[in-house]
């Protein structure tokens, strides 16, 4: 592995095949770029009015797609020395050496370019700057940040919840309450989420140097504790879209009821610490989050 990784590191030029397709859209991370695209999608048809257009959604979709995949694609770049120590990132393009770091950096600032202008001309200015600050957020403050301090959990979760508001503006043109609605719920849902990874995967952190609370929090007291918190908050934020009649009286129950559960999640694992408990917790944030995303759109007014 070290071979492979040193020859990468250097960024000798290596030819381009179908083989490296693949790797390539694995610099991407397509498994969260379709949560990004889901959550986007969201703001979008909450934002419509009657005269929106289905081109402008694919506009959107597209762009998002392109910059979420640019974003993630120049977090492995920077981020490849790190991956090393760790076994689950271990085996990743940039660490075995599959692409070279200047391919790798320069198709993710093509992917970044090419979402910018997608939703700036497919859409509008608003849209790509949120877009633009959410690469910006994510890679300079987020990314380095883990390696300081374990709040690099709060600050990522700024950029994280960004995706509702880029659908948001590119159907409304600007951001109103129920946008930021979108916003709150996705922002306190990603803390029991990565809290649970982290938790999972606290020693492969810990090998790559990483702040994460789970490494500085050996017990887990304090993990346990903050999902807890943010899971039991986010059940009272996720009714806002029923009291700003964005949904109705389904919405309003069904929203209670993932929220109970997903607190329940939080409740167990402040019983009882362990990595299991951690895993739970993650499956819960998987199934929640698509499921309050139905319910907002089979409880949705009619324009």
Known sequence: MATSFQSAASGAAQPFTRMHMRDYIALTKPRITWLILMSTGIGFFFGVSTDWQWSTLLHTI???????????????????????????????????????????????????????LQL????NWLTANLGLLTLASYLFLYTPLKQKTWWATTIGAFPGAMPPLIGFAASHGDLTAAAWALYAILFLWQFPHFYAIAWMYREDYARAGMQMLPVVDPEGVRTARHILVTAA???????????????????????????LMYAWTGIRVARERTVLRARKVLLASVAYLPLLYLLMLVDRPSL
């Open 62 to 116: 597209l762009g998002t797609g392109l910059i979420a995949s640019g974003t993630a694609a120049l977090n492995q770049w920077m981020e490849r020395r790190a991956d090393a120590h760790m076994k689950r990132t271990r085996n990743r393009p940039l660490v075995t050496g599959v692409i070279a770091p200047a391919g790798a950096f320069w198709f993710a600032v093509a992917l970044s370019v090419a979402g910018y």
């Open 120 to 123: 700036a001309l497919g859409a």
């Open 233 to 259: 908050l986010l059940l009272p934020v996720s009714l806002l879209p029923s009291f700003l009649s964005m949904t109705g009286m389904l919405y309003l129950i069904g929203a209670t009821a993932l929220g």
